[in-house]
Every structure is written in C-alpha cells, then in structure tokens.
C-alpha cells in the first residue's frame, strides 16, 4: 500500500512546525526521514497516523484520501505508527503487549491474528522465549523488538516508525534495520524517522532529509550519501552529536554513528 503526503502543514497550538510536507512511500519501498533533533520527525509521523490534526494538506494510502482519519481508523485502514521511546506497557508481559498490538484486528479472523504473531516471532526470535517475561524487564533492543513486534499484529501494510535505532548498540542497531530491510522485501512499505543516518542510509531505498520542518533534499541514498550537504551536515555528526538528543538516549547512540562507514548489514 503507498503512502501519499502532499503540503502538510500542522503544529502545536499557534506553534507551526511543519511547513508544507511532501512524502511518498511507494508499495513496498522503505524510505528514511532523517533530521536532527528538533526538526519536525515525530511531529510529521504524529500527524500521519491522526494524532496530531493537520492544519492543511492531504494524506493518501493506496491513492484513498485519507485525511482527518483519527488514529484507529487509520490502523483498521492499513497504517500502523511504532511510537518513539518504545513505548511498551513495562508491568504487562510481552504475549499481552502483542495482544493489545492487535486490538484495532479483534474482531478480524483469528488465523490473521496468529500469522501476524507467528512472523513477528520469526523476525524477532529473541521475544519468543520472553512472552511471559514483563516487557518492563526486556533490555533496550528487546523492547524496540516488542514495540515494531506490536505495531505489526496490526498487520498493517504501511509501517511508519519512529526513532528506532535510539539508545542501542551498534549490533542491535544493525538488527533492527536488517529486520526492516526483511518486511520491505516482503511487500510491507516502511517509513522511518532517524537521526542515526547511517544506520538509515544502509537499508533505505530512498531518503529524504528534513530541516526545520521542511524537507530540503530527497534522493536514494547513494547518491545523498555523497551530496556535500548531507556529508558535511548530517554525516559528518552533525545531527546525532546534537547536544539534546533525547537525554539518556544521546550517549548511547552517538558511538553506533561516529563509528564510521561499518555498514548496518556488516553488524548484525
Ligand atoms: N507536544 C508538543 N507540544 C508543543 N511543541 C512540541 C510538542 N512536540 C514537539 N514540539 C515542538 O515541535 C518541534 C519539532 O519537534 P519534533 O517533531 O519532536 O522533532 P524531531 O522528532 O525531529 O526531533 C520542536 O520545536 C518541538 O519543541
Ligand atoms: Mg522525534
């Protein structure tokens, strides 16, 4: 299912964020959204998936207008949003995070909901054993696991996510965006917010760079990697060195970005 953004403006109150956003994710195609801190990322993933009213513009799935659609609705439609911060429910077990991930499909056919959870245990086989384990307990990487784990019994078909390499270590890093890479190659389409460029560059099909809520340069990513722009001021560090990178999260996730051209498929 393609995902379709054209002159999206929305903000908070009489603050203006994002001003006229243009994004389009074709049926199986894995676009990055890279940005520094600040520049808009989560807003624009808010507003897609209905949090967040748009002040103007449209949103399209598989060419349907879709816009003013609230959250639920959007997920019953196709669209599934995995929340920064991995926001998991920490006293429930990772089986009742799942189930609750599958709460827009309740009333769908049972098999449906057991296919969704038999493949997110197929690509995160880590969680399986843990089902009964408080999701609280989960490491970090095991947590963005079980969040992208929740966001697929919605068995969506366009997967936007936020932020989902922050705070890990290079290998989970690596992990996470090989599993990305795997649901593209299986049909899903995926847009992903990062400020971690590398890992984002390594697996994205296209990749759109976003500043101060506009997005100034798009392009596949071998050709942005050398763009001067992006070289000088998004690779070069400038976006995850950024001082206020989410407090406890910055420490950790700058080394997996300042260790150089490793290449997200040479870590896992
Ligand atoms: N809930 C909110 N209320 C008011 N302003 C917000 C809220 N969330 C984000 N902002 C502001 O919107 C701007 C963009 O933030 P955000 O979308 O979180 O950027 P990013 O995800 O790229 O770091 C920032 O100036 C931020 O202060
Ligand atoms: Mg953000």
Known sequence: MSLGVRGLHAGYGRLAVLHGIDLTAGEGELVAVIGANGA???TLLR?????LPLTSGTVHLAGTDVTGYGPEKLARTGLAHVPENRLVFPSLSVADNLVLGGYTRRRGPAAARKEARDRAMALFPR???RLEQAAGTLS???QQMLAIARGLMA???VLVLDEPSVGLAPRLVGEIFSALGQLRDDGLTLVVVEQNARAAFAVA???SVMDRGRVVLEGDPAALS???RVAGGFLGGGFAADADAGADAAGAATPGVASGATRATERT
């Open 140 to 142: 970090g990487g095991e």
């Open 40 to 42: 808009g990322k989560s």
């Open 127 to 129: 969680l399986e054993p």
């Open 47 to 51: 507003a897609l998936s209905g949090l």
């Open 226 to 228: 050398t763009d001067p």
């Open 205 to 207: 099909d296209r990749v």
């Open 155 to 157: 068995q969506p078909r």
